[in-house]
């Protein structure tokens, strides 16, 4: 079940209370999916009722595939039926302000799904069953990484540099073995403590020219190594300059297998020096990548792919619109599209087979019968 991706700028005048608050999070910790504005507005589900919720509506997909497949419902009917689902749940459209729960769903419904799981074969009805376990499964696990982004941990802002970075190498190793369903989520996470680095990089640059202005006023006119690239040499034993481009491919490039074995003291020193250098100040920086329109991207394949991909197209490019200016390059962004490509791929391919436009039925064989 794709929940949709409502925007917050309509709740920007809203405020939870502090017992909604702690509500939502036991709800997201047991792998609810709901913004917490969407939430408050679909009535304030548990988990547990969303879980309901998600397994009804897969067994009615189920149902809804044999109706069509039979004759028994034209497709149009199939998809209204689905989506009615949807917002029952979240009180939306014709259900506005009066979200509904499975057992306030039509009687009827409940009772024909029910019914035709109930007869299909034993094997059959334990694949439903393991698919709504890994579902659940996945839900959780999604909702666990989530968790896990240690932004607002307080402590000086060279210190939240430096457990940022350390979460990102974290994440990066995490990403290469994470199953296909939890990289969307890790890379987002690598995306958000980037940048977050960046705004805490500039704060810290900001402060440290004050101080350097206010307390120690330049002796040298001509250009050359900072003051923390001077302290960093003098306490390591190196020259300033190899200071200077040490800090510079740090901060270019903090998973360098040099930087591997640092403490956290030489890594705090270092984020100083990355900080002071900035290789912003030795080359001018690249013109970020932005991303084309959709109409200019070239897709192929059925006419509903398409138009499924296009719908989400917008999400992709403004994540991507999001990340370092550094960060946005064609080349990022080529891989970063073939990823976001084949996860919209995989929710597609769980749709309905009506809602993919195919007609199983049209090219089954006639079946033939023999007169005695």
Known sequence: MTMPDVGRQRYALRQLTDEQWRAWRAYRDGGGQ??????ADSGEPTAE???????????????????????GMSEEHALLTSQDIV???LGQGA????????????????????NYIAGLPEARQKEIE???????????DIARQKMELPLGVGGTPVQQVTAAYQAIRNLNLQLETSPDYLKPVIQGQINQLQDAIGQLKETV??????RTRAEEPPIEEHPGPGMMAQRFAKKYGMNPEAAVQTGIRYATSPD???????TKEEMRDLVWVSMETGEESHKPPPKPYEPPEFEKLGETGPPLWRTWFARRYPAIAGEFKERLPKERTEETWSEY??????????EFAQQPYYARGERPGEFAPKVKTVVF
């Open 87 to 89: 917002d029952r749940y």
């Open 337 to 346: 599209l073939a990823k976001e490509r084949a996860r919209i791929r995989g």
């Open 49 to 71: 009722e969303e879980r309901a919720v998600v397994g009804f509506r897969d067994r009615l997909n189920i149902w809804l595939d044999a109706q069509v497949a039979s004759g």
């Open 34 to 39: 709901l913004d917490p504005y969407v939430w």
């Open 205 to 210: 640059r900001t402060q440290a020219m004050i």
């Open 256 to 262: 360098r297998s040099e930087f591997e074995n640092l």
């Open 130 to 140: 393991q698919a709504e376990k890994e579902t659940q499964q996945q839900r959780l």
């Open 95 to 114: 259900y506005k302000g009066k979200p509904q729960r499975v057992l306030d769903f039509p009687g009827t419904l409940l009772t024909s799904v029910r």
